[in-house]
């Protein structure tokens, strides 16, 4: 890869990546084809909030099948208000962090949503058929549910009456990449990422899912921010 100006030595907030030239190639060789870049080719940085005693949770940790990353805003909103309620705040903090996703199963940063379809092209539309029912309750608050374009009282029953109507179903993305099951097959496949967009508090934004924390370089604490 070629190193030469203009090959970025600055981030997407203008900071500079590292301090010599060296370093600048060394990160390049680490995150070469990542997708999680900017407009001018600058890596994006990216931010993810976290809560819980500093000896007894490492960075970069998550009950969920995947780590979430997002804008600054929405870091420092959750790691203030988790979504776990009742859940004790202890060193709320937030981290900024570089990631590299070579291979993300969706890369739509304007779409909260992933099709069935997608998903049938690359795990089979068994699989596909099994995880529209596993997340029924979210299939069926989409638009077409939502404005009586399909009546069926379950994912089953409209499958069953229209075996082709798959084509039409899609689902919100982010209860897919929480479920560790379904992010370990994604994995599999061959996937270490997403990238779409985000839903709920952070509507509007993009959200950017790790599928293993090896791939986020770079992190430092932007501080405790209790």
């Given at each position: 890869?070629?190193?030469?100006?203009?090959?970025?030595?600055v981030d997407s907030e203008g900071a500079p990546i590292?301090?010599?030239?060296?370093?600048?190639?060394?990160?390049?060789?680490?995150?070469?084809?990542?997708?999680?870049?900017?407009?001018?080719?600058?890596?994006?940085?990216?931010?993810?909030?976290?809560?819980?005693e500093l000896d007894r949770v490492p960075v970069l940790s998550t009950r969920l099948g995947s780590l979430s990353f997002g804008d600054r805003e929405t870091a420092l909103s959750y790691a203030h208000h988790p979504n776990r309620a009742g859940d004790a705040l202890p060193c709320p903090r937030v981290h900024a962090a570089y990631l590299a996703i070579r291979t993300p199963i969706v890369n739509q940063p304007d779409d909260?949503?992933?099709?069935?379809?997608?998903?049938?092209?690359?795990?089979g539309r068994d699989n596909a058929v099994r995880i529209a029912t596993k997340f029924a309750m979210w299939v069926m608050q989409?638009?077409?549910?939502?404005?009586?374009?399909?009546?069926?009282?379950?994912?089953?029953?409209?499958?069953?009456?229209?075996?082709?109507?798959l084509e039409r179903l899609y689902v919100q993305a982010f209860p897919l990449f929480d479920d560790p099951e379904e992010v370990?097959?994604?994995?599999?496949?061959?996937?270490?990422?997403?990238?779409?967009?985000?839903?709920?508090?952070?509507?509007?934004?993009?959200?950017?899912?790790?599928?293993?924390?090896?791939?986020?370089?770079?992190?430092?604490?932007?501080g405790n921010v209790a």
């Amino acid at each position: 890869m070629d190193r030469s100006p203009p090959f970025p030595g600055v981030d997407s907030e203008g900071a500079p990546i590292a301090e010599t030239e060296a370093e600048v190639s060394a990160f390049w060789d680490w995150f070469a084809r990542s997708v999680t870049i900017d407009s001018y080719g600058r890596p994006m940085v990216v931010y993810r909030g976290e809560y819980g005693e500093l000896d007894r949770v490492p960075v970069l940790s998550t009950r969920l099948g995947s780590l979430s990353f997002g804008d600054r805003e929405t870091a420092l909103s959750y790691a203030h208000h988790p979504n776990r309620a009742g859940d004790a705040l202890p060193c709320p903090r937030v981290h900024a962090a570089y990631l590299a996703i070579r291979t993300p199963i969706v890369n739509q940063p304007d779409d909260p949503f992933i099709e069935l379809t997608t998903l049938g092209t690359v795990l089979g539309r068994d699989n596909a058929v099994r995880i529209a029912t596993k997340f029924a309750m979210w299939v069926m608050q989409t638009s077409p549910w939502a404005n009586g374009e399909i009546r069926a009282r379950s994912v089953e029953e409209f499958l069953d009456a229209d075996p082709r109507g798959l084509e039409r179903l899609y689902v919100q993305a982010f209860p897919l990449f929480d479920d560790p099951e379904e992010v370990a097959r994604l994995k599999d496949a061959g996937f270490d990422g997403a990238i779409y967009g985000g839903a709920g508090a952070n509507a509007g934004e993009i959200e950017y899912r790790l599928f293993d924390a090896t791939a986020a370089g770079r992190v430092r604490s932007v501080g405790n921010v209790a």
